[in-house]
């Protein structure tokens, strides 16, 4: 049963707790989710006769190895193919000159900031002007949908192939986490967090949100 599970997780299917705002309003701070890694495995390989297999498309919510520290998975929307020029322009993103559709981003901050301007993460900001940058074979730029509070490509680049792990198919918990509950590591705030959840299990559980599919 535990080799079982251990193949399970590792090549099938893999729960993931979201930390940060950065996909509200489509992921919450909370939620938990069941993320495919098979059939996005599938695309990348051979597919199997038969067997699922899904190709990485624009605007995929696509769940991934951090590139500065593989063993934090970060969820990003994806944005720019390889091959493809981007640009950020005053908030909105531009493919091969032509501005993106997005439905499903929103803003927070009504300013907009020129590129090199001091204000995002400590540093250069590259939140509402970017590029143009032309994203290399075998890469990705993702995105946040909370477009003023993510840290994605714009700061860490561009995503390589082999770091993708899968795509969150459901929520399948949603608990409203403190926004600050991942910065807690103590082991008596782990404790206390795991106290919480349990004392406030019914009235802190997002009900409308279980099973809810992800897009």
């Known amino acids: 049963m535990t080799i079982f599970a251990l193949f399970v997780t590792t090549y099938v299917v893999h729960p993931m707790t979201v930390p940060t705002p950065s996909m509200e309003p489509t992921i919450l701070v909370g939620d938990r989710l069941l993320i495919d890694k098979f059939t996005l495995r599938n695309a990348f ?17 696509i769940v991934f190895k951090f590139p500065n520290q593989p063993e934090v998975l970060y969820v ?41 301007s001091v204000h995002y993460f400590g540093g250069e900001s590259r939140r509402d002007n970017f590029g143009p940058v032309t994203v290399p074979a075998g890469h990705y730029f993702m995105m946040g949908d909370n477009r003023d509070d993510s840290a994605d490509s714009r700061y860490f680049g561009f995503l390589p192939r082999d770091h993708v792990v899968g795509r969150p198919l459901v929520v399948f918990w949603s608990y409203e986490d403190d926004r600050d509950a991942y910065l807690k590591t103590s082991p008596g705030d782990v404790l206390k967090l795991y106290a919480e959840r349990v004392i ?8 409308n949100r279980m099973f809810r599919v992800v897009r």
């Open 76 to 116: 990003k929307r994806l944005i720019g193919l390889p091959g493809e020029t981007l640009e950020i322009r005053d908030k909105n993103v531009h493919i091969n000159g032509r501005k993106l559709d997005e439905p499903y981003k929103v803003h927070s901050d009504p300013n907009t900031y020129p590129s090199g």
């Open 45 to 61: 390989v051979t597919p199997v006769p038969g067997t699922p297999h899904h190709d990485l498309n624009r605007g995929d919510i």
């Open 200 to 207: 406030y299990f019914f009235t802190r559980t997002r009900w």
